[in-house]
């Protein structure tokens, strides 16, 4: 999950720097308590990836060759944010070899050379606490046959960034940049000498965030899946910090860990990574296990609205649907116009999906998979069910017009499960109301879906034939289905049906009932750590919109098994 990143005034960065020579005027005690297990997990082809000098983030490949990592200028303040934020840290422990402890431990000197006192795009506090929480988290790493005076540099930067961070957090805006900043505090308190003062204050603090920025359902404003995994995560490093020392646990604390964690559990698909809503990627299932291992929360039944959420399952099939409006507040520039779009599991195997954000890759893009046709749902003329307007500076674009009313129903049956959405997104604009129903069979062998369009009202009537009248052509709607890289799809020779082929072998099949145009078109997958974004397909339904009430209708059915798997 990337964030824009937080540009610091001028004034500001005048003040952190005084601040951080004051720091420097007290001379805190240097110096290692304890070094807690990594919270962070990084990955080891990635770590092979920078020791052979090659930087890929967000979109972007920077080749430093055998110089460090600070030679060149970033392409991007995204690119230069996600430097700052030393994420690469984890992958080169990943790796763990000798060339990735010399690459670390070179390239954090050479920032605490050339960027230590202040200087440089990462001293927001979100990206000093994101940072400090992988030196300390790390420490064993970097620390490790290092002479003692480099040792002593790496431990003084450490402090002063720590006192600058207790004075700095309070500028960030609410949400998982306070967490980050706060959640550093706390493991620095645990982890430096000199620091244990700092404990009390920055606990307090943390508590009152989840008190806060946490429903009392465990979800967040946001309505984002990964930065709801990335908090949680934090958590779940501070309890087990605190535990490691014996140190009493805030009540708030672990009651917010518990009201998390059966969230989380209902937004994994069946590989255990999560669904791509409203700026989140899928998150790292291994990090989600840790977190919800780490945190004692036993299994519980998936939870119905979760964070706006709801989940079909049957068998080996799931479904999670976004059914409540698009996230207020600031999460207006994050949010995307996904109402009714749902993505499909089957086991280990993704099948239907959303594009996803494409802010790593650039606005236009970031812009495009925030779209409704971007999503596994349908739109009118074009139009997402939620609208954007102006762009603002630093912040993009926010939502606007988005859906008002969204009601959802569950419904449990000896045969399967039925779920019943719909939202007025298009009330406004054409007369119409979106209603989505979608029926899993017990056996998990199908999933049979109806989109209604339909005017709700007299007026409602009168508004749709109104501008009809005005419009020079007929009103038209497109469902996409966006499917996953894995899955391969052709369209079958009669023109009513595609096929897919899931990377495990099984054959399910699409149809609809014969009243739209049905294509299989070309889709883009956004993933992290990629240059450019994947190619995929989506089968793409569109049709007329006559009458006031339009009804499509479409399923997805089970052919055939692999028959090795069978075997």
Known sequence: MKKRPHRLSW???????????????????????TAPEPWTIGDFERGQQLVSGKVLITGHMMDVGENSIWSQSPQSELFATELQGFGWL????????????????SWVLDWISGFGMGKGPGWSADLTGRRLIRWINHSSFLLNRLSKARQGEVCHSMAIQTLLLAKSWRQLQPGRARFEALCALVGAAQ????????????????ALECKTQIDVDGGITSRNPEELLKIFGLLTWVKHTLGQSNTPIPEVLATTITTIAPVLRSLRHGDGTLARFHGGGQGSEHMLDQALAVSGVRPSIPQDGAMGFWRLNAGATSLIVDAAPPPLGLSKFEGHASTCAFELSVGRNRVIVNCGSGLSFGEDWHLAGRSTASHAALGIDGQSSARFGPAKKGKGRMLKDAPTIVMAQKIRAVDGVRLQVNHNGYQNSHGLVHARTLDLPVDSKGLVGEDVLYAPDTQDVQRFEAIQAKSPETFRYTARFHLHPDVEASLESDGASVSLTLINGDVWVFRHQGFSQLSLEESVYFEDFRLY???????VLTGEIKEITTRVRWSLAKASENPQKAA
């Open 11 to 33: 004034i500001t960065q005048l003040k952190y720097r005084w601040l951080l020579r004051r720091a420097v005027w007290t001379k805190p005690a240097i110096g290692l308590v």
């Open 533 to 539: 974004p994947r190619s995929t397909a989506q089968i």
């Open 90 to 105: 984890d992958d080169l422990a990943a790796l763990g070899d000798q060339a990735a402890k010399y690459k670390a431990q």
């Open 191 to 206: 982890s430096l000498i000199g620091m244990g003062s700092l404990m009390a204050p920055a606990l307090s603090a943390l």
